[in-house]
């Protein structure tokens, strides 16, 4: 069976998985977990990832991210290539640690994300024996509960922001929401052609993207219709600061524009629109 096509474009979601070979380990112990998310947030920086969820295991990772740059495959590169750089030293080791390409599944953010970030770090539970949400340290859970204080490379404000606009409310309700569904079946379990996951509509056109039909400069379409960025930002020029603000977060939270998509329309990178979205 030949392997699946990869599909990249700016602003893409994926939901990525990199294995171990059979006979490793990913990660021995808090040393090289506390290393992986070193590297990892060296990768974050360069190749300007939005990362969303992450979790660790001992032969397995996952993570939940936006690429703005159409830059996945590169970026996965060097995190497992230098990461594995620090493995075969720490442990005189040689070759290969992962086993063969990593996985990934080009997800419809506004359908799912809130369900495969669920899921991602609900993980722990599943292991045998399981382990308590609260008190795991190698996942994006506890900073995104507010338990422990996020890393800079970790973005938690998309998520966040579909439980709601006070921070303090959407942590709370975020992990109720977590613990509420953590037994749930994997939302990935719906993916179509092994690597998408979305609306009809959406896994119509990422399979045209597929096949050639389609040139992969355009982002996918979204379920349904919504208003144009010129609609909603009609007359931006001649608001104050303050409806700018109210115009950019109704862009992003009622229309599911991403942070890429709103900054280039008006001009400005994507983390000055984080921290409009995150105040």
Request: hydrophobic letters at 35%; a positive charge; aromatic letters at 8%.
């Amino acid at each position: 069976m030949s392997r699946p096509v990869r599909i990249e474009f700016p602003g893409a979601s994926y939901h990525v998985t990199s294995r171990c070979s059979d006979d490793k380990q990913v990660f021995v112990d808090d040393e090289d977990r506390a290393a992986f998310l070193h590297v990892l947030s060296m990768v974050v920086a360069r190749f300007n990832w939005v990362l969303h969820t992450y979790t660790m295991h001992d032969q397995h990772y996952q993570l939940v991210l936006e690429v703005p740059s159409a830059n996945l495959s590169r970026g996965m590169r060097q995190l497992n290539g230098v990461y594995t750089q620090h493995y075969n030293r720490r442990h005189g080791d040689q070759g290969s640690l992962f086993q063969g390409r990593f996985k990934s599944v080009l997800f419809e953010p506004e359908t799912f994300l809130v369900a495969i970030c669920r899921h991602v770090v609900s993980q722990p539970l599943r292991e045998d024996p399981p382990q308590r949400l609260t008190s795991y340290k190698w996942s994006s859970h506890r900073a995104m509960c507010g338990t422990v204080k996020a890393p800079e490379f970790l973005y938690t404000e998309t998520l966040l922001s579909r439980f709601g606009r006070r921070k303090a409310v959407a942590q709370r309700k975020y992990k109720d929401y977590v613990m509420a569904g953590a037994s749930d079946a994997s939302p990935l379990s719906a993916r179509s052609s092994q690597v998408l996951l979305g609306s009809s509509d959406f896994v119509a056109e990422m399979e045209q993207r597929l096949s050639g039909e389609k040139t992969a400069k355009r982002g996918p379409r979204r379920a349904g219709r919504r208003r144009s960025l010129n609609t909603l930002f009609r007359g931006v020029d001649n608001k104050t600061r303050a409806e700018r603000n109210e115009m950019i977060l109704r862009a992003h939270l009622d229309h599911a524009y991403t942070l890429m998509e709103i900054g280039d329309h008006l001009g400005i990178h994507y983390t000055t629109v984080s921290k409009v979205i995150n105040r």
